[in-house]
T-cell receptor, first 110, second 116 residues
Framework: LAKTTQPISMDSYEGQEVNITCSHNNIATNDYITWYQQFPSQGPRFIIQGYKTKVTNEVASLFIPADRKSSTLSLPRVSLSDTAVYYCLVAMDSNYQLIWGAGTKLIIKP | EADIYQTPRYLVIGTGKKITLECSQTMGHDKMYWYQQDPGMELHLIHYSYGVNSTEKGDLSSESTVSRIRTEHFPLTLESARPSHTSQYLC???????????????FGNGTRLTVT
């Protein structure tokens, strides 16, 4: 049974780099990994998506090791406004299911 | 910025009432979804659709129905609201990819439902 696991909560300080790891042991060859950010009273918002190795955009990086059993969202130089819940999502190619993690509540302190 | 709209934003209703939560998107996306989420918690899939006249049940669908008569519109109906339905309901859409479902989901800002 496919499952994604991520830490319940993390905290850090402004200006630091934050790494949030998601475990997805049963990921299959063609499954994609996507990360979303959610603020209170809003819907989740797409951050970054990857399939293997490393992907970088203007807000984050996503690192996926060769075995693809985990992925790490990296937020460089966080600010207070990065305080949010971050969700890992695996899109399964075999049955088009979307497997959501339970979310990581990230708190950034001044 | 949102191209997917949910109404109402907040709803307080009594037990036993029938309610319909509205969701519309202007992006021409084929796939649409309804999720139930308690604040800061997991998302639970209620229903989804691959396009017009297509509806599928998710993990948490037994007490609600959906319809997809037009591409842009995907309303969710609770026939008889109960206090256990108190939650946030999120609608999302995505493009219909040719292979794996790797098209990012676009979410609305949700409807916060309270059943008294």
């Amino acid at each position: 049974l496919a499952k994604t696991t991520q830490p319940i909560s993390m905290d850090s300080y402004e200006g630091q780099e934050v790494n949030i790891t998601c475990s997805h042991n049963n990921i299959a060859t063609n499954d994609y990994i996507t990360w979303y950010q959610q603020f209170p009273s809003q819907g989740p918002r797409f951050i970054i998506q990857g399939y293997k190795t490393k992907v970088t955009n203007e807000v984050a990086s996503l690192f996926i090791p060769a075995d693809r059993k985990s992925s790490t969202l990296s937020l460089p130089r966080v600010s207070l406004s990065d305080t949010a819940v971050y969700y890992c999502l695996v899109a399964m190619d075999s049955n088009y299911q979307l497997i959501w993690g339970a979310g990581t509540k990230l708190i950034i302190k001044p | 910025e949102a191209d997917i709209y949910q109404t109402p934003r907040y709803l307080v209703i009594g037990t036993g009432k029938k309610i319909t939560l509205e969701c519309s998107q202007t992006m021409g996306h084929d796939k649409m979804y309804w999720y139930q989420q308690d604040p800061g918690m997991e998302l639970h899939l209620i229903h989804y659709s691959y396009g017009v006249n297509s509806t599928e049940k998710g993990d948490l669908s037994s007490e609600s129905t959906v319809s997809r008569i037009r591409t842009e519109h995907f309303p969710l109906t609770l026939e008889s609201a109960r206090p256990s339905h108190t939650s946030q309901y999120l609608c999302a859409s995505s493009e219909l990819g040719t292979t794996v479902d790797n098209s990012p989901l676009h979410f609305g800002n949700g409807t916060r439902l309270t059943v008294t």
